[in-house]
């Protein structure tokens, strides 16, 4: 567990694993929960609507998503030295992936595919979502690649990538407000004109 060497303030050991940065994330929690809330308030304060709604959305996006970016960043054991290796035949590296590795795949976009709907309404749809997460973790391979970071980049990660954040969306779609959408309710009776 790296808690020891977090706590004793040595950056190897604590950034650079896979425990360190979930216990930096857990610490973190009550900073981002701050800054929700002094967000709100600030927005409030200035009469914008949906002030909590938006301040917890951008904030969940970067707290949700940073994290587990910082991992799928982390060098293997050789990085500068091994050249970036491809795998770009589907379903292959799936398999041997195993349900730490699938569930964890699906936690990388799952943060930004619920939020982003819910904060920008011209990303309020499933197809949109799915997007936005294959665009993202296109991205992660490359800079896996191209960093020469000693990692596989792989289609399959790109995939189930895309599949948390279109899931994550889905989880969210009660909360997503889309321009032009009337809020139900009773339909306003119309207005009589009185005597000809």
């Known amino acids: 567990m790296s808690a020891p060497t977090c706590l004793a303030g040595q950056w190897h050991g604590c950034y650079d694993t896979f425990n360190g940065v979930v216990l930096m994330t857990l610490v973190g929690l009550p900073v981002a929960a701050l800054l929700v809330w002094a967000l709100a308030r600030l927005r409030r304060a200035a ?26 960043l982390m060098p293997g054991a050789a990085p500068g030295v091994a050249p970036g290796r491809v795998s770009l035949v589907p379903l292959r590296d799936l398999v041997t992936m195993g349900p730490i590795g699938i569930g964890g795949n699906l936690l990388v976009l799952a943060a930004l595919g619920f939020f982003a709907p819910i904060r920008f309404p011209a990303l309020a749809s499933v197809p949109r979502a799915l997007a936005l997460g294959a665009g993202c973790s296109v991205l992660i391979e490359t800079a896996q690649f191209v960093l020469w970071l000693d990692r596989v980049s792989s289609v399959d990660d790109v995939l189930v990538n895309t599949v948390g954040a279109g899931l994550a969306a889905l989880a969210s779609r009660r909360w997503w407000r889309t321009p032009g959408r009337v809020p139900p309710g009773p339909v306003p009776a119309a207005a009589d004109p009185g005597p000809a």
């Open 47 to 72: 009469g914008v609507t949906s002030a909590w709604r938006r301040s917890l959305a951008e904030v969940g996006m970067v707290y949700g998503t940073v994290p587990f970016g910082w991992m799928t």
